[in-house]
């Protein structure tokens, strides 16, 4: 499975931006997708996952402020990003292939994008 990711960018805080995350090399609507991120000097943290069945999951510190999304017919999942604070500047990381129950580990997960960067400016 690859996993390319994109849609990062420089904005200001209170703005949004929407990650993008496709996959190729497997049936994606049968797969569990999380999205990650890690700042500088931190461990890769969870941020928000989307599993198969199409339940959602995030991190406390996303609720409220980021949704997580797919469309299968064109093997994308989404993360948008609404009232964004500096503090959620970090690199984001798509990941794929979920094994086993903790989702917010990223051991758990087979397939990770390349990481796109998101700097929320004060």
């Known amino acids: 499975v690859q996993l390319q990711a994109s849609g990062g960018g420089l904005v200001q805080a209170g703005g949004s931006l929407r990650l993008s995350c496709v996959a190729s090399?497997?049936?994606?609507?049968?797969?569990?997708m999380g999205w990650f991120r890690q700042a500088p000097g931190k461990e890769r943290e969870f941020v928000a996952g989307?599993?198969?069945?199409?339940?959602?999951t995030y991190a406390d510190s996303v609720k409220g402020r980021f949704t997580i999304s797919r469309d299968n017919a064109k093997n994308t999942v989404y993360l948008q990003m609404s009232s964004l604070k500096p503090e959620d500047t970090a690199v984001y990381y798509c990941?794929?292939?979920?094994?086993?129950?903790?989702?917010?580990?990223?051991?758990?997960?087979?397939?990770w994008g390349q990481g796109t960067l998101v700097t929320v400016s004060s």
């Open positions: 990941a794929a292939g979920l094994s086993g129950r903790y989702y917010s580990t990223p051991s758990s997960y087979n397939y």
């Open positions: 989307m599993w198969w069945k199409g339940s959602t």
């Open positions: 090399g497997r049936t994606f609507s049968n797969t569990d």
